[in-house]
C-alpha cells in the first residue's frame, strides 16, 4: 500500500457529517395540554444520541388543534418556558394536522389532546398508510379521576400512552387487559412540568396560594362558599398574604369549560376583598417559589406542589366525591377543612401514597422517564413500524367510533369528509377575515357558555 503524501487527506481526520435532526411534533388543544405536550416531547428526547456520537439536534413543531379551548397567545406566554416559541406554534384542523404529518415526515409525534381527538387522530394517521410512520405518543395530562375506561379506550392504539405514576400504570394495564387489548404500550414516567427548588421558609413570608380548578366545582353556591372561606381565612389572618392563582381570564378556555369565574364572583362578594388577598395568574411554578401553604379542592398543582415537599392541603369542605376529583386524594393525608386550616393545622403526606403516585419528592424524578426515552429509541431504530391498530374500530364500536370521527370531519375509516381538506386560501386579506370570523365565532361560543347557559340552567331549577 503506497504511502500517504502530505497532500492526501486522512479519511479518519474529516469532519463527521451533522447527524439529521429528530423532528418531533406535538399536537394540542388547550394551555394546559400544550404545556403537558411539549414538555413531555423535551423529556422524551432530551438524550437523542443514542449511540455515543455527538447528540442528534431535535426539532419541534408546535401545532394547536382549533377548537373551543385552543390557546389564546398569553395563555401560552403564561404557560411557562417549554423550549419552543410560541411564535411559531400555529392553529390547524385535525385534516390540516394529517396532511402535515404526511408532508414533513416526522419522526415522533406527542398527541396532547382529549380522549376522542387521540381517537379520531389514530385512525386518520392509519388512513394515510405511510410507509414510514412515527411514533405515537400520548397521555395524561394529570390527576385521572374520572373516565377512566373510556378516556384509556380512546387512547388505545398509540405506540406510548404515558402514566404518570405507578398506580395510573397499574390501572391503565389492568383496562386494557380487561377488555382483550394490547397493554404493552402503558409506559409509567411522570408529569413533565414537575421541579422547581425544595421548598424553604423564608424569615417573614407567610403565603396561602388556593389552586382554583375552571369546573370543580362546578355551582354557584359551592364556587362562592369556597371564595368566601378564601376572604375570610385571609381576613383572620391579616399578615398572611392569601393568594388566588386563577387558571385563565374571563372569556379564555382552559382544558375544562369555566362558566362561572371567580373574579366575576369576586367582584359581587359583601363588604370586598382585604388588603391581604389578591387574584394572580402566571406559570404555576413560579407561584409555587412563595407558596408556603398550597390549598386546592383537586388540582394537578397539589402535585407540583408535593413534588417540592410544600406543604399542601386538599378541601374536604364540599365533601369527598367523585365528581370533586378529590376522591383521588384518599390515604394521602392530605384532606383537611378550611375550619382546621384557619386553626392552623397543617396536613402531613403520607409517605406510602406519595411513593405510588409519581410526585418522586425522594429525588428520583431525574430517571422518571428513562423507560420511556428507551422505549421511544427502539421504536425509532426500528424505522418501519406496524400499522395503527386501536381497540376502537368500525367492527368493535360501529355505534360510537364514527361519530367521534366525525367531530373532527373524518369518514368512518379515517380519510378525510368531502370538503373537510379546504384549499389555503391565498392572500392576507383573506386569511385576515377569514381569522376574524374564527374569532368571532369562538367568542359567541364563549358567551354562551358563560352567560347564556348558566342562565337556561337557573330557568330550568325555578
Known amino acids: 500500500m503506497p504511502p500517504r503524501t502530505s497532500n492526501q487527506a486522512d479519511p479518519a481526520d474529516a469532519p463527521a457529517e451533522p447527524r439529521q435532526a429528530l423532528r418531533v411534533a406535538v399536537l394540542a388543544d388547550s394551555d394546559t395540554r400544550w404545556k403537558w405536550g411539549a414538555l413531555t416531547a423535551r423529556r422524551l428526547t432530551a438524550e437523542a444520541a443514542g449511540d455515543g456520537r455527538e447528540a442528534r439536534p431535535v426539532e419541534v413543531s408546535g401545532l394547536l388543534l382549533r377548537g373551543r379551548a385552543t390557546p389564546t397567545p398569553r395563555q401560552l406566554a403564561e404557560v411557562g418556558e417549554v423550549g419552543i416559541d410560541a411564535g411559531r406554534v400555529r392553529e390547524v384542523t385535525a385534516v390540516e394536522f394529517l396532511h402535515t404529518v404526511r408532508d414533513e415526515g416526522y419522526d415522533v409525534v406527542v398527541l396532547a389532546l382529549v380522549g376522542g381527538g387521540v381517537q379520531a387522530t389514530l385512525h386518520g394517521l392509519a388512513a394515510l398508510d405511510l410507509a414510514r410512520r412515527p411514533v405515537i405518543v400520548t397521555g395524561y395530562v394529570g390527576v385521572v379521576y374520572e373516565k377512566l375506561a373510556d378516556g384509556l379506550l380512546l387512547r388505545h392504539g398509540a405506540d406510548i400512552v404515558l402514566a404518570n405514576s405507578a398506580h395510573d400504570a397499574e390501572r391503565f394495564r389492568a383496562v386494557y387487559e380487561g377488555v382483550g387489548a394490547d397493554a404493552s404500550a402503558v409506559t409509567e414516567a411522570a ?55 386563577l387558571r385563565s381570564k374571563p372569556g379564555e378556555h382552559t382544558t375544562h369549560i369555566e362558566e362561572l369565574p371567580y373574579q366575576k364572583l369576586a367582584q359581587k362578594l359583601p363588604g370586598g376583598l382585604p388588603p391581604n388577598f389578591r387574584l394572580v395568574y402566571g406559570h404555576m411554578g413560579e407561584v409555587l417559589d412563595r407558596t408556603d401553604l398550597l390549598v386546592t379542592v383537586s388540582s394537578t ?17 364540599l365533601g369527598v366525591r367523585e365528581p370533586l376529583g378529590n376522591h383521588h386524594f384518599v390515604g394521602s393525608g392530605l384532606l383537611t377543612s378550611w375550619d382546621r386550616l384557619d386553626g392552623g393545622h397543617h396536613p402531613r403526606p403520607d409517605p406510602e401514597w406519595l411513593a405510588g403516585q409519581g410526585v418522586a419528592a425522594d429525588g428520583s424524578y431525574g430517571t422518571a422517564y428513562d423507560t420511556a426515552r428507551a422505549k421511544v429509541a427502539g421504536l425509532l431504530a426500528e424505522g418501519q413500524l406496524p400499522p395503527l391498530a386501536p381497540y376502537y374500530t368500525p367492527t368493535t364500536a360501529p355505534g360510537y367510533l364514527p361519530g367521534i370521527l366525525a367531530r373532527h370531519h373524518l369518514a368512518p375509516d379515517g380519510t378525510p369528509l368531502p370538503g373537510a381538506a379546504a384549499p389555503q386560501e391565498p392572500g392576507r386579506v383573506r386569511g385576515a377575515v377569514r381569522e376574524t370570523v374564527r374569532n368571532a365565532a369562538r367568542g359567541a361560543y364563549r358567551h354562551g357558555v358563560q352567560r347564556v347557559a348558566p342562565v337556561i340552567r337557573r330557568m330550568g331549577e325555578l
Open 191 to 245: 408529569l413533565p412540568f414537575l421541579g422547581g427548588a425544595p421548598y424553604s421558609p423564608e424569615e417573614g413570608r407567610d403565603t396561602v396560594v388556593f389552586a382554583a380548578q375552571p369546573s370543580v366545582p362546578a355551582s354557584r353556591a359551592d364556587r362562592t362558599y369556597l371564595l368566601r372561606r378564601l376572604v375570610e381565612h385571609a381576613r383572620l389572618h391579616p399578615r398572611r398574604e392569601v393568594l388566588l392563582k
Open 301 to 317: 398543582a397539589a402535585l407540583e406542589s408535593l413534588h417540592r415537599r410544600i406543604p399542601t392541603a386538599v378541601l374536604t369542605d
